[in-house]
């Protein structure tokens, strides 16, 4: 029964954050903010996961800098763009599409509507050059005879 409920615990509890104690806001509007700016954020050391999820000690320091940047008053938006300009756009688990990063947003469709393109002219031309008889007048008599006498 202890192993049962431990393990509902374990479920209903979710994933382990390295959020400490100390860095918890005592107002839990802000918190909470705090934690929906969190997981946009991606640690610049663990690259998999967000500030909220990581123990790496930028990710601490970071946590710690959304919460000061909050308490100073800036908005959602205010705050990311202060973690963006310190650290680049790396940071943010979905890069803005602007810029440099359209052209890799698009590359991925445009290469391969560009190699359907391609493979449908090769095909197109191979199925055109089969079409048509590849023999000479001469070699065709000479395979209808074949064929014609083994029958």
Excluded: H
């Excluded at 308490?71 to 599409?97: C, H, M, N, T, W």
């Excluded at 008889?133 to 006498?149: C, F, T, V």
């Amino acid at each position: 029964m202890k192993k049962l409920l431990l393990a509902l615990m374990l479920t209903v509890a979710g994933p382990a954050f390295a959020v400490q104690p100390d860095e918890i806001l005592d107002d839990p509007v802000l918190e909470s903010r705090a934690r929906e700016i969190s997981a946009v954020l991606r640690c610049p050391v663990c690259q998999a996961e967000n500030i909220d999820e990581s123990n790496a000690d930028l990710s601490r320091d970071l946590r710690l800098l959304v919460r000061e940047r909050l308490v100073a008053g800036d908005s959602d938006q205010q705050v990311v763009d202060y973690i963006v300009a310190r650290y680049g756009e790396y940071v943010l688990f979905k890069p803005l599409a602007t810029g440099g990063n359209l052209l890799l947003y698009w590359a991925g469709p445009a290469l391969l509507l560009a190699g359907g393109a391609v493979a449908f002219a090769f095909l197109r031309r191979r199925a055109g050059a089969s079409g048509g008889s590849m023999l000479s007048a001469e070699e065709q008599n000479r395979l209808d005879e074949i064929l014609k006498r083994d029958a």
